[in-house]
């Protein structure tokens, strides 16, 4: 599974951007998705994730209410919308593949595809 992001930016305190990740190669059957985010020196960080077999979606407790994930399955696309952005947002973001069903707490370590990241820098 190749998996490419896109849409991150700079933005100013309050403002929204939707990221997007593209996956291709090996995508039939069921998985989880997710998005990740990362600052420097720190572990990366689960915030979202899909279950492409339904849809039932999963957020860390930091971005419930701002943070929505979705999928276009005909484009084979992912989606972060994300509202209300702060300084503690400013990461560069991740997405995610995994072969196994998705877990509330979004482990990293289930997740064996990942995209080159975006960054995201809320000013």
């Known amino acids: 599974v190749q998996l490419v992001e896109s849409g991150g930016g700079s933005v100013q305190v309050g403002g929204s951007l939707r990221l997007s990740c593209v996956a291709s190669g090996d995508t039939m059957g069921r998985y989880c998705m997710g998005w990740f985010r990362q600052i420097p020196d720190k572990e990366r960080e689960g915030v979202a994730a899909?279950?492409?077999?339904?849809?039932?979606?999963y957020y860390a407790n930091s971005v419930k209410g701002r943070f929505t994930i979705s999928r276009d399955i005909a484009k084979s696309t992912m989606y972060l919308q994300i509202n209300s952005l702060m300084p503690e947002d400013t990461a560069m973001y991740y997405c995610?593949?995994?072969?196994?069903?998705?877990?509330?707490?979004?482990?990293?370590?289930?997740?064996?595809?990942w995209g080159q990241g975006t960054q995201v820098t809320v000013s």
């Open positions: 995610a593949v995994s072969r196994r069903t998705c877990q509330p707490s979004i482990p990293r370590a289930d997740f064996g595809f």
């Open positions: 899909i279950w492409t077999g339904g849809g039932t979606t």
